[in-house]
């Protein structure tokens, strides 16, 4: 499988060819598999903070109470764990310090 290089915003939820098309954070090297995986994970956890938006208008239920939270956070940590698993030296060093199980 070939493997290409993109830049990737989680923060935008953007997949890009090109450094310079967008603002990023993280460079991985992928196959088409890869990147197919990692779009499903970001509209996943976008279905849930769209979710999450209805429910944060109901202020009686605390956050630790939400479904909504606790799907959006699972999917963040699985978008950063694939990151990790598919990113650059760089991006891996710095996944690895952003202590990612506390979110």
């Known amino acids: 499988m070939e493997k290409s290089k993109y830049y990737v915003s989680v923060q935008a939820r953007t997949i890009n060819t090109h450094r310079g098309d967008a603002a990023y954070e993280f460079?991985?090297?992928a196959g088409e598999e890869e990147l197919v995986?990692?779009?499903e994970l970001f509209d996943s956890m976008d279905e849930f903070?769209?979710?999450g938006y209805w429910r944060a208008h109901q202020p009686f239920l605390e956050y630790s109470h939400d479904?909504?939270?606790d799907g959006y956070d699972y999917y963040l940590?699985?978008?950063y764990r694939r990151l990790s698993?598919?990113?650059?030296e760089e991006?891996?060093?710095h996944i690895a310090?952003?202590?990612v199980d506390t979110i």
């Open 67 to 69: 479904p909504e939270n």
């Open 49 to 51: 903070d769209q979710a």
């Open 77 to 79: 940590k699985e978008i």
């Open 97 to 99: 310090t952003m202590d």
């Open 91 to 93: 991006t891996k060093r």
């Open 85 to 88: 698993d598919w990113g650059t």
């Open 37 to 39: 995986q990692l779009q």
């Open 27 to 29: 460079e991985i090297e």
